[in-house]
């Protein structure tokens, strides 16, 4: 249902453009956010997006630096990061849920690695 793309490695202040492409009618009516897992951590909220794509969340770590953006006509979801920093280093997973604190689908993440 979801296809997580665009990781890659950069170096600290750089940016880079995730991608998450979605199929199936149900998503579209889903809410939808990214998370991340660093090595050895739990993982954690980033981003979040309303089915409409009208309002949207940040976790106060990323807060002004990623932005998430949706279409649902093209059935894909991204996130914008800018001035990325190593503690940004993670595996980076799209989902997709009928409510912002009920995800159902899971993209299969894709690693950002940050260097200092």
């Known amino acids: 249902q979801l296809q997580a793309s665009g990781g890659g490695l950069v170096q600290a202040g750089d940016s880079l453009r995730l991608a998450c492409a979605f199929s199936?009618?149900?998503?579209?009516?889903?809410?939808m956010g990214w998370f991340r897992q660093a090595p050895g951590k739990e993982r954690e909220f980033v981003a979040r997006?309303?089915?409409?794509?009208?309002?949207?969340a940040y976790a106060d770590s990323v807060k002004g630096r990623f932005t998430i953006n949706r279409d649902n006509a093209k059935r894909s979801m991204s996130l914008e990061m800018n001035s990325l920093q190593p503690e940004d280093t993670a595996v980076y997973y799209c989902?997709?849920?009928?409510?912002?604190?009920?995800?159902?689908?899971w993209g299969q993440g894709t690693l950002v690695t940050v260097s200092s």
């Open positions: 997006s309303s089915w409409r794509g009208n309002s949207a």
């Open positions: 989902a997709a849920g009928p409510s912002p604190f009920s995800w159902k689908y």
């Open positions: 199936g009618r149900a998503v579209e009516s889903y809410a």
